[in-house]
């Protein structure tokens, strides 16, 4: 009897710590601010989620910050986008001493594959309505593995989140004047292949997959021939990189130079491009609206 009291007590002397530990909110870790708002959207107050790379980063040439280990080392999920974009990554999880899961939210998605011999994964995948779907079945999946008393509340959350992108994705369709198949549309780098693919469009980057680096002069005389030779070229800025060589290139060939495009980040709180669907309704915009003038 006195040892099933003192196993009786030892329980419920332990219970809160257990409890506290299943219910305070789950520490989230997202590779770029995409990732971070799009868990928050599913997770709500369940998760505290931060970004390594934050709004208006650029992820292709992050240089990880002292507070990013820290911030590993304590998560309980890193979510990654996956097709070598957070090449960084590996390394600084593990010098972090990262215990947690890691979830890669792009699973599951077929990449568009690009280079001189067809093999290198272009890791955009966010751009595209359909791979947000993806996307956000992806961060349910990991955050009900990691949670499952919430996993109802994130299932209608993301089924919620799903019914405004599906209604930002008709309009999108509906706003991009038809015919446009022949037009060019230059951005600082490759980075819209997936939303050209589904809205019929073609993109073409003054860089290639990386904001690293400048075009060669040989790269850039082809493209000012290309834009030369196509009919009504817009040319568009990023928030992310300069705009100096757009400019250059808007400048040599006439082109028409559109709105600032949200690619790899999104905006301040403040901005056109606060959450994931704003910046994809944003970039729709923007785009037609390039198309028109």
Do not use: C
Request: glycine residues 10%; aromatic residues 6%; positive net charge.
């Amino acid at each position: 009897m006195n040892l099933t009291r003192r196993a009786m007590a030892a329980g419920l002397a332990l219970s809160p710590a257990v409890a506290a530990a299943q219910t305070r909110p789950l520490r989230v870790v997202a590779s770029f601010s995409v990732l971070e708002d799009l868990a928050r959207q599913i997770g709500g107050p369940d998760i505290a989620v931060q970004a390594l790379v934050g709004r208006n980063g650029d992820a292709h040439r992050y240089d990880p910050k002292p507070g990013d280990a820290r911030a590993l080392r304590d998560a309980d999920l890193v979510l990654v986008s996956g097709f070598y974009f957070e090449n960084w990554l590996p390394r600084l999880l593990e010098a972090s001493g990262f215990r947690g899961r890691q979830a890669v939210a792009g699973e599951g998605i077929t990449p568009i594959l690009v280079g001189r011999n067809g093999d290198v994964p272009d890791p955009h995948v966010w751009q595209s309505f359909a791979n947000a779907r993806t996307y956000a079945r992806n961060v349910e999946r990991a955050l009900a593995a990691l949670r499952p008393a919430r996993a109802g509340a994130f299932a209608r959350a993301r089924t919620a989140w799903e019914g405004r992108l599906d209604a930002a994705f008709a309009q999108a369709r509906a706003s991009i004047p038809p015919g446009q198949e022949t037009r060019v549309l230059v951005v600082p780098h490759n980075s819209f292949r997936y939303l050209g693919r589904e809205l019929g469009l073609t993109f073409r980057g003054v860089r290639g997959l990386s904001t690293a680096g400048q075009p060669s002069a040989g790269d850039f005389a082809k493209l000012v021939d290309a834009v030369r030779e196509a009919k009504g070229a817009v040319v568009f800025r990023e928030n992310m990189t300069e705009a100096r060589t757009v400019e250059r290139l808007a400048a040599e060939t006439g082109a028409k130079i559109g709105g600032v495009l949200h690619s790899d980040a999104l905006s301040e709180p403040t901005g056109p491009a606060p959450t994931y669907l704003a910046m994809l309704r944003h970039n729709v915009r923007v785009i037609a609206a390039g198309l028109r003038a």
